[in-house]
Nanobody, 124 residues
Framework: QVQVVESGGGLVQPGGSLRLSCAVS????????MVWFRQAPGKEREFVAA????????YYKDSVKGRFTISRDNGAKILYLQMHNLKPEDTAVYYC?????????????????WGRGTQVTVSS
């Protein structure tokens, strides 16, 4: 069993930055592919960024490339999402998810372990 807990969300002005964290417990973190999804009100959950257990495979949603960086600390069992130049359209609940796979997937249905999410609001 894997437990996933997100933190670091909040209210930020357009152009600002936030760093989300995702603490994982219950299983060997360095065997898990990790991913960030987000869901805005009235919209479907969408992929944001993913990273393999080794860090060799990293994927981003096109609209966040160059602004967001996904990383992981396998020793501390923490996943990060550093977000810069935030825009109002980045407002959403951000979810961390994990799965035992070598190559991370961008499909939500492929992830078995989910956190409860952390709210990110970008507004002036």
């Amino acid at each position: 069993q894997v437990q996933v807990v997100e933190s670091g969300g909040g209210l930020v002005q357009p152009g600002g930055s936030l760093r989300l964290s995702c603490a994982v417990s219950g299983r060997t973190f360095n065997r898990l592919a990790m991913v960030w999804f987000r869901q805005a009100p009235g919209k479907e959950r969408e992929f944001v960024a993913a990273i393999s257990w080794s860090g060799d495979h990293i994927y981003y949603k096109d609209s966040v490339k160059g602004r967001f960086t996904i990383s992981r600390d396998n020793g501390a069992k923490i996943l990060y999402l550093q977000m810069h130049n935030l825009k109002p359209e980045d407002t959403a609940v951000y979810y961390c998810a994990a799965d035992l796979r070598i190559i991370p997937s961008t499909a939500a249905m492929d992830y078995d372990y989910w956190g409860r999410g952390t709210q990110v609001t970008v507004s002036s």
